[in-house]
């Protein structure tokens, strides 16, 4: 009997490892899981609703242009420590917004605002201004792209990276722009 239920926790024990490798999830700690390649990540929040005056969405999901939003980027500066270089950032978007990420050291005056993508684009278009961005998020002005949505970024090295709203009434009228610094943080030992 004893030796029967030894069998059955074993395989028990077998069954729950499988099911547990299936959903990602192992036992047995990795190398992606020691202290020196630790991820970390942060929050931004890219666009906020307004709840003055109060904004009922229930009905209306999407307030008409210029109303019940509000353009700014929070927190403006945003610094993550990591004992490794792997740094996600989420930004969470609300309204009619686009991220973009610019490369280390890129400045709001580097920008061009001219460059800019129209078409029946709201705001002044979406910016185009390809040099040093290593991120463009979704057109936010495509019916298929939800205005409440996320984008996860990642950032691969240490430094200290320009985000900008492309759209352009945004970033020029707004000041709709901010920074993810990376730092790596200090070897322990
Ligand atoms: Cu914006």
């Not at 129209?118 to 998020?137: M, S, V």
Request: hydrophobic content about 40%; charged content about 20%.
């Amino acid at each position: 009997m004893q030796e029967k239920l030894g069998g059955e926790m074993r395989r028990l024990g077998a069954s729950l490892i499988c099911a547990l490798s299936l959903v990602g999830i192992s036992l047995i700690p990795s190398l992606a899981t020691s202290a020196e390649s630790q991820a970390e990540n942060a929050t931004v929040s890219f666009g906020q609703w307004l709840t003055d005056p109060p904004l009922d969405r229930l009905l209306v999901p999407v307030p008409p242009a210029g109303t019940g939003n509000h353009n700014e980027m929070i927190p403006n500066e945003t610094t993550v420590v990591t004992s490794g270089v792997d740094v996600a950032v989420n930004f969470i978007i609300a309204g009619l917004h686009n991220v973009q990420v610019y490369d280390a050291g890129t400045q709001p005056e580097d920008i061009n605002p001219n460059l800019v993508l129209t078409g029946g684009r709201a705001g002044g278009g979406i910016i185009d201004d390809p040099n040093k961005r290593i991120y463009r998020g979704l057109d936010p002005n495509l019916p298929e792209n939800p205005r409440d949505r996320v984008e996860v970024v990642r950032f691969d090295r240490p430094g200290k990276y320009l985000v900008i709203c492309g759209v352009r009434a945004h970033f020029v009228n707004n000041a709709m722009f901010g920074f993810v610094t990376v730092v790596p943080a200090p070897e322990t030992k």
